[in-house]
């Protein structure tokens, strides 16, 4: 098993501007194209950080005058991905009549509650609080970017002296300041005094670059960028980090102690609120956790707001020593290391606070480092965490950028309460969406690239849950993987291809699901093969095939997924998809019909183990599910319409007029029932049986 981030060869950062597409484009889409390029490569800027604008004339809608108008990204999103309507679009006159309004840094706040009377053509889209360090600077084009380089600069304890040094008074600087209405008058100022500078550097935050036009903006921001990378490459103190202090371990060994913790740190965190995990074991990550710095820079907290708003202001260094590569040892300590970071975040809390501030968050760490192994992150969700993990890449960057050249400083602990606190800051997240029902939950589906097992996915996906699909098909699984993708995006859904009679692939198949998101809550059996025949030309190994994938199968998956879900402590739920025939014989079909009896039986055994440890287990029966039923498909269908004396091709027909409603029974019912059953909708049953089969009263549980 390998990692989950890959390191790539260092390339030189280049300008992709094409200037024949670029004449094609009016000057809000060059704006567009222009932050697409930036937002695209990670060096540049980190994802959802960093902003773009643009001051273009344009036809008032009100009396057809031209105005200058500025576009700028609007509060969220992010650069790499954003559209037109991801920007936010302000009258220049009005932002300049702002000025009249400002009654000072302590009520600098109230600023951002004008914003909207500024907005240009009925624009819904939200101004961000960067708004004004846009609106102000005196020239067409800004760019506002958090590269690693240019920040490991501003985060020197020598910030100042070294911009003056390596740029020879082509960037102006300023001195660390909250983002907000203060700080643009400020840039404002400074770029009007100095009309040579092609941008400020603010201390320990980030970069501002502007020029003439889309594409000089541009260029320039890459040349400042490069012209950074460069001198740090030239003049940067080798070993980073003081050095090597612990050997990394091969990386099968990185995987497999990563894959056994991340359940059990998951159990701990998520008490109040699911959290979901990611693994980084890269280059630079491992060797940051392999330093002989490493407690001390963790220590000192990030410095760029965008970094530590993501990633909290200090990690969690997890005591490990891989010469001695104890895992019960750590085990046993993380209950007094959480403690102890919980109480020095709320000590952080009850020392910054302010009279109006919010009541301390979640309290638990967002990255894990681990010596030897690489770094852990969870948040509420999948990319949340995935994204956490890049930031914290980016602040490791950043540490060895200002140590190689300099001394890193970190963000004043009261400056970083500040922001995380922040009033603003807070009012955007009580905005934010209720969670759906399955919010920061992995399930895993077996027999996943079949009709049931797709729609069990999607309707999963759609309610918020991580999945990761499993199948014995390949082309079939990522034909799946592709649809799913494009449901859900590439975070919250991963495949593995396994057979599910294999001990050792079932085992596999949750160590990938662990690795990949943190552990294993909802676990859909669904895998399944069908077969008919009767008694006397049954084979053994007819019956020996339905009672490896349908009995066996399950079994091995429910026994790993238990385990995990014990270690876990925060419940969980099984659901077997079975079969009507697991409750009524049908002739020419003892195989299927036995092993699918065993796996009803099966459910309420592992039910009454489970209900101890908060986990349930419940039975979905579904019956003559033909439609994307990939069973269907082959010779079941023949044969069962033999056994009944039909055209194949009448089968659907035939079981729709059988059933007592008359009616079809579809994937998408079966996902309903299983998203029933998974959730926190039936929280008070198990060993329970759904049939879902438009009605069968031979099949009526008694």
């Known amino acids: 098993m390998t990692a989950m981030n890959e390191t790539k060869p260092k390339e030189p950062i280049a300008s992709l501007w094409d200037d024949a597409h670029a004449a094609t484009l009016s000057e809000p889409e060059l704006l567009l194209y222009r932050s697409n390029l930036l937002g695209s490569d990670l060096r540049i800027t980190n994802f959802g950080g960093g902003n773009t604008s643009a001051k273009v004339m344009m036809a008032d809608p009100l009396d057809g005058q031209q105005v200058e108008v500025l576009w700028v990204k609007g509060s969220g999103g992010d650069l790499g991905s954003i559209k037109l309507d991801g920007f936010s679009t302000l009258y220049m006159s009005k932002l300049n009549a702002l000025k009249g309004r400002y009654r000072g840094l302590a009520l600098e706040d109230e600023m951002v509650a004008y914003l909207p009377h ?55 600087w300023l001195p660390w300041q909250r983002p907000g209405y203060d700080l643009g008058l400020k840039l404002e100022a400074l770029s009007q005094s100095q009309p040579q500078l092609k941008g400020i550097i603010l201390e320990g935050h980030g970069l501002f670059t502007w020029g003439d036009s889309a594409k000089s903006c541009y260029e320039t921001t890459l040349a400042i960028i490069k012209r950074a990378e460069d ?50 074991d890269s280059a630079a990550v491992l060797e940051f956790v392999c330093s002989a710095d490493l407690q001390p820079l963790a220590a000192l907290g990030t410095s760029c707001p965008d970094h530590f708003l993501r990633t909290k202001i200090r990690p969690f260094v997890i005591d490990f020593d891989p010469a001695n590569p104890n895992f019960d040892a750590v085990v046993a300590g993380l209950d007094a290391g959480l403690e102890q970071y919980r109480a020095d975040y709320v000590a952080y809390h009850t020392r910054c606070k302010r009279d109006n501030s919010p009541a301390v968050r979640d309290a638990n760490p967002i990255i894990y480092l681990i010596p030897g192994v690489g770094m852990l992150s969870f948040a509420k969700d999948k990319a949340t965490a995935r994204i956490a993990g890049e930031f914290y890449v980016n602040a490791i960057n950043v540490m060895r950028g200002a140590n190689g050249v300099d001394t890193y400083v970190g963000l004043p602990e009261q400056e970083a309460f500040d922001i995380e606190y922040w009033l603003l800051e807070e009012a955007k997240l009580q905005r934010m969406p209720k969670p759906k029902s399955l919010a920061g939950r992995i399930a895993l589906v077996t027999g996943g690239a079949g009709g049931i097992g ?15 699909l499993t199948d014995i098909d390949q082309e079939a699984l990522e034909a799946a993987h592709q649809v799913l993708v494009k449901a859900a ?17 079932v085992e596999a198949i949750l160590t990938a699901t662990a690795l990949r998101f ?33 009995v066996t199968g399950y079994f091995l998956a429910s026994r790993a997924a238990f385990r995990i879900m014990k270690q876990q402590g925060l419940g969980g739920s099984m659901v ?9 014989a049908s002739a020419g079909a003892s195989a299927y019909c036995t092993a699918k009896a065993a796996e009803i039986h099966l459910a309420r055994c592992i039910a009454l183990e489970g209900a101890n440890y908060g986990i349930r287990v419940n039975v979905v029966n579904p019956d003559a599910v033909i439609r994307g039923s990939r069973i269907w498909d082959g010779k079941w269908k023949e044969e069962r ?30 996902a309903e029932a299983v998203y029933f059953l998974a959730s926190d909708k039936s929280a008070k049953s198990t060993g329970n049986i759904l049939n879902v089969d438009a009605g069968n009263a031979a099949a009526f549980t008694r």
């Open 118 to 172: 500024c907005t240009f053509n009925l624009n819904p889209r939200a101004a961000s609080i960067d708004t004004p360090l846009h609106a102000y600077i005196d020239r067409k084009h800004v760019d506002h970017m958090h590269p690693d380089s240019v920040i490991a600069i501003a985060a020197c304890k020598n910030s100042e002296a070294l911009t003056q040094k390596i740029f020879e008074g082509e960037l102006g």
């Open 231 to 280: 001198w740090l490459d030239q003049n940067t103190k080798k070993p980073s980090f003081g050095g090597a202090k612990v050997q990394v371990l091969p990386a099968e060994q990185r995987a497999a102690l990563a894959a056994k913790l991340m359940p059990l740190l998951r159990g701990k965190i998520s008490k109040d609120e699911y959290k979901l995990g990611h693994f980084d």
């Open 454 to 468: 797709q729609a069990v996915a999607r309707q999963l996906l759609a309610e918020g849950a991580c999945v990761m």
């Open 489 to 505: 995006g590439k975070d919250a859904i991963a495949t593995v291809r396994a057979n599910i009679t294999s001990e050792q692939d």
């Open 518 to 550: 943190g552990g294993v809550d909802l676990l859909v059996s669904n895998a399944g093969i069908a077969s008919s025949a009767p008694l006397e030309d049954t084979t053994l190994e007819i019956w020996q095939r339905n009672q490896d994938i349908l």
């Open 576 to 584: 077997f998809v079975a079969s009507k025939n697991g409750l009524v």
């Open 641 to 670: 319409a033999a056994s009944n004396k039909i055209e194949a091709d009448d089968i659907e027909d035939f079981y729709r007029k059988r059933s007592m409603l008359k009616l079809s029974v579809l994937p998408e019912d079966i």
